[in-house]
């Protein structure tokens, strides 16, 4: 009985939102535009930030940094200075393989690059950093909205997969032959990921070495 809305902005279709690390910022896919905004009025703060190319996907990862991927694949990681009024770079490295179709998972400290258009994974900012090739990940990419560095998953709808990242060895988990034709956005939780599959009304179960954890939930309707 006691909210109050204290701030609003109109955005547009192609805007997001994210927060993460007492940071929010509304990204702009095209133009490419991250901007700082007070997390009460929603009010911009100091300089945005723009790319030179239309933005893939952006996350926040957990100390608050912001990643940027670009349709060319160039990966940038962000920190807004309040003294400054602008966002400063912390690192800008090429993603071999990456372009419009791959995806960012957010950790508590760096993020992993699904990056579907050349088929590689490459994690940075997490203290380890990993770079494989993947030639079975192709198309659309639907990645977890976070996870621990140490186990990230991300499905491929089309082909029936689930990828995962864990402890630093890539797994292919061909789902789609254990009735789960379609994987959604997978989750992390315990040392668990639970894969929706589309269609069916059931969440598949598997463990850090893709193995099921149990029986599928089944969720009514």
């Not at 912001?66 to 400063?88: H, I, K, M, P």
């Not at 939780?189 to 589309?198: M, N």
Request: proline share 6%.
């Amino acid at each position: 009985t006691a909210l109050v809305a204290s701030g609003s902005r109109a955005t547009s279709g192609d805007q997001r939102v994210l927060v993460g690390g007492g940071q929010v910022v509304v990204v702009d896919g095209d133009p490419g535009t991250v901007r700082a905004v007070d997390p009460l009025t929603l009010a911009d703060l100091g300089k945005p930030f723009r790319t030179k190319k239309p933005i893939a996907d952006a996350v926040v990862d957990g100390k608050g940094s912001v990643w940027v991927l670009t349709d060319d694949g160039e990966l940038t990681q962000l920190a807004y200075s309040s003294n400054a009024g602008r966002f400063r770079t912390d690192e800008h490295r090429p993603i071999a393989g990456a372009g419009s179709e791959s995806r960012l998972v957010p950790h508590d400290r760096g993020v992993t690059v699904f990056a579907s258009d050349g088929g590689a994974v490459v994690q940075v900012g997490s203290g380890g950093d990993v770079a494989m090739t993947v030639p079975g990940l192709s198309g659309s990419v639907a990645a977890a909205l976070r996870s621990p560095a140490t186990l990230v998953p991300a499905s491929v709808p089309d082909a029936g997969r689930v990828f995962l990242l864990s402890a630093g060895s890539l797994l292919q988990v061909d789902v789609g032959d254990r009735g789960c034709s379609r994987p959604g956005v997978p989750q992390v939780f315990s040392a668990r990921v639970y894969v929706p599959c589309e269609g069916t009304g059931t969440v598949m179960v598997l463990d850090d070495h893709g193995k099921r954890a149990g029986a599928d939930i089944v969720i009514p309707g």
